[in-house]
């Protein structure tokens, strides 16, 4: 059975600035600190990338949708996601 994470970026960040097992846990942490920006849910161990491919959310349709860069940056708006502003779910 597939297993999934939560994976919170700020709006301005280049990494995650933390990852949960469960979304209540992220949400109280983003609560605490106040934060703004995005929680993704994110397969274990499976890219987005092949996640996406796998569910039907995405085709390779160009020659760089094959690329390291599109591969290693790939996220699909098929992933649960939520939005937050100042600690609160936008």
Same mark, same amino acid.
């Given at each position: ?6 994976? +919170?970026?700020? @709006?301005? @960040?280049? +990494?995650?600035? %933390? ?11 983003? #609560?605490?600190?106040?934060?703004? #920006?995005?929680?993704t849910r ?13 569910? %039907? ?11 390291? @860069? ?19 779910? @936008?």
């Open positions: 059975m597939l297993q999934y994470v939560w994976v +919170f970026n700020s @709006a301005d @960040a280049r +990494f995650p600035g %933390g990852i949960f097992t469960s979304l209540d846990n992220a949400e109280r942490w983003i #609560g605490l600190h106040l934060l703004s #920006g995005t929680l994110y397969p274990v161990d499976m890219g987005a990338y092949e996640w996406a491919i796998e569910k %039907g959310l995405f085709s390779v349709t160009k020659s760089e949708h094959t690329s390291p @860069a599109f591969i290693g940056g790939f996220t699909d708006a098929g992933q649960e996601h939520f939005h937050y502003e100042d600690g609160s779910r @936008a």
